[in-house]
Nanobody
Framework: QLQLVESGGGLVQPGGSVKLSCAAS????????IGWFRQVPGKEREGIAC????????AYADAVKGRFTISRDNARNTADLQMNGLKPEDAAVYYC??????????????????????WGQGTQVAVSS
């Protein structure tokens, strides 16, 4: 059974950077598309970045495009989310997720919560001065 654990969250100043990591255990991630999501209290979970199993295809929500970068290392069974230029509105609990598919056929699907089958517990990111 695939298990995902996020790490790297914490308090960051506006304009700062943080790198989140997602470590998998139980089975390999190499055949799974990976997504990063975030959620704030009272709102739905939002898909912000995704990457195909090969790492060749990525997609981003408009809110984070140009500031966040998703990557993966199949040899290490990990996926990362580099977040730069953080804004107060980026504060949320961040989740990584894995799909039982290698890729999504379009960005909308790739960023959709229902595409994913396995979820981590989340890591909190706070953005404040």
């Amino acid at each position: 059974q695939l298990q995902l654990v996020e790490s790297g969250g914490g308090l960051v100043q506006p304009g700062g950077s943080v790198k989140l990591s997602c470590a998998a255990s139980g089975t390999t991630l190499e055949n799974d598309a990976i997504g990063w999501f975030r959620q704030v209290p009272g709102k739905e979970r939002e898909g912000i970045a995704c990457i195909s199993s090969s790492g060749y295809n990525t997609a981003y929500a408009d809110a984070v495009k140009g500031r966040f970068t998703i990557s993966r290392d199949n040899a290490r069974n990990t996926a990362d989310l580099q977040m730069n230029g953080l804004k107060p509105e980026d504060a949320a609990v961040y989740y990584c997720a894995a799909a039982d598919y290698a890729f999504a056929t379009n960005q909308a699907i790739c960023l959709r919560e229902s595409f994913y089958d396995h979820w981590g517990q989340g890591t909190q990111v706070a953005v404040s001065s």
